[in-house]
């Protein structure tokens, strides 16, 4: 089973929810909101104390809840929802395998996110607005190429698998 596989099922993503996760609200709110409102949310200790556990509450809610709040797309022929169906392929790869110019990129583009991960982590220990910001700019790079990688690996595979080819309409 693969670590996306893991992560999927801890966030209930049935094919039902994986469909209006490819909505384009779902795709790009979740992209644009979820890390900036952490990351306000953790930094809010500093003027609310305990009481910013009530944002980073909002947050990580909001980070859960997002795929499965909007309906399912008109259409998944935008970039954003070609980027969520690749993501689908992606954590399937260990029963459909994907082509051998797809197999490393993936995860070196999610070691650059994880690396800005861990600066904004160290960023919001200590304070620091830089650490934060050069994280995040990181963190974002990282997570819109390997969503750009997504949409081509999901644009080789529709023509590969049925399966795949049925979630574009």
Known sequence: MTLERKIAAAFKMSDEAWLCHANPWSGWTRFTTVLPLLILAIWSRVWLGWWSLLPITGAV??????????????????????????????????????????????????????????????GLAVLSVWGVVFGYTLVTIGKLWYLDRMVWLYEEMKNVNSEYRSWLY
């Not at 399912?72 to 689908?88: D, Y």
């Not at 029963?95 to 904004?120: C, E, K, M, T």
Request: proline fraction near 10%; glycine fraction near 8%; hydrophobic fraction near 45%.
């Open 61 to 122: 809610l909001w980070m859960w809840l997002n795929p499965h709040v909007f309906p399912k797309p008109r259409s998944t022929k935008h970039w954003i929802s070609k980027g969520v169906l690749g993501e689908r392929v992606w954590l399937n790869r260990d029963r459909v395998p994907v082509p051998q110019h797809h197999q490393r990129v993936p995860d070196f583009l999610n070691g650059i996110a994880a690396i800005g991960g861990v600066l904004v982590v160290w």
